[in-house]
Nanobody, 119 residues
Framework: VQLQASGGGLVQAGGSLRLSCAASGSILGVREMGWYRQAPGKQRELAATITGGDTEYADSVKGRFAISGDNAKNTVYLQMNSLKPEDTAVYYC???????????????WGQGTLVTVSS
């Protein structure tokens, strides 16, 4: 299984970006999709996850970020609005999937996409 993330870039404070991450490979089903982020010098932290129709957000992004998923396309999106300089980080997508051949659950990470918010 491979994950391909895109949509990062440089944006001014108050602006918006939309990240996307598509999974490909031997996937029977997707259990959970999520976005995590790692700012310079800090640990990786959860930004948002979606499991079925349920979403979870870090307090720091609530009301500004929206996660959505398209199970038919095995793709997760993160709409980021009202961006702040403190949102600057490498954003990683994560999928928890059921393998088509083994019927076991696996967890995969994308390669990361850099989001830079200038003040």
């Amino acid at each position: 299984v491979q994950l391909q993330a895109s949509g990062g870039g440089l944006v001014q404070a108050g602006g918006s970006l939309r990240l996307s991450c598509a999974a490909s490979g031997s996937i029977l089903g997707v259990r959970e999709m999520g976005w995590y982020r790692q700012a310079p010098g800090k640990q990786r932290e959860l930004a948002a996850t979606i499991t079925g129709g349920d979403t979870e957000y870090a307090d720091s992004v609530k009301g500004r970020f929206a996660i959505s998923g398209d199970n038919a396309k095995n793709t997760v999106y993160l709409q980021m609005n009202s961006l702040k300089p403190e949102d600057t980080a490498v954003y990683y997508c994560k999928f928890r999937v059921v393998g088509r051949r083994t019927l076991l659950e696996y967890q995969y990470w994308g390669q990361g996409t850099l989001v830079t918010v200038s003040s």
